[in-house]
Nanobody, 126 residues
């Protein structure tokens, strides 16, 4: 059974940091075409935060998180990470990891990912 399990969410004050993890079971990240992090705040659409393309070794970030968030992966541990620094109240959302083996597709579009975690809540207070 393929499963992605996020952890590391929580409540922090503005300016703080969190590191999200997404452990895979029944699935191998190294075989992914792309891996990404998304977030969804109440009443808003799910939006792409960061992604990594295996084929070209490229990383992508939403403008709103550039310079503050870093996506990384550890293939030995089969885990995807999102380091979040200088957190802002507007970063408050449910965060999801996702992966896909298909080549192509815009990294920020949720429909381009077939495998999803259940989400972890991040709350940033001012």
């Amino acid at each position: 059974q393929v499963q992605l399990v996020e952890s590391g969410g929580g409540s922090v004050q503005a300016g703080g940091s969190l590191r999200l993890s997404c452990a895979a079971s029944g699935y191998t990240y190294s075989r992914s075409s792309k891996m990404g992090w998304f977030r969804q705040a109440p009443g808003k659409e799910r939006e792409g935060v960061a992604a990594f393309y295996n084929g070209v070794g490229a990383t992508y970030y939403a403008d709103s998180v550039k310079g503050r968030f870093t996506i990384s992966r550890d293939y030995a541990k089969n885990t995807l990470y999102l380091q979040m620094n200088s957190l802002k109240p507007e970063d408050t959302a449910m965060y999801y990891c996702a992966a896909d083996q298909r080549v192509g597709g815009s990294w920020w579009v949720p429909l381009n990912y077939q495998i999803w975690g259940q989400g972890t809540q991040v709350t940033v207070s001012s």
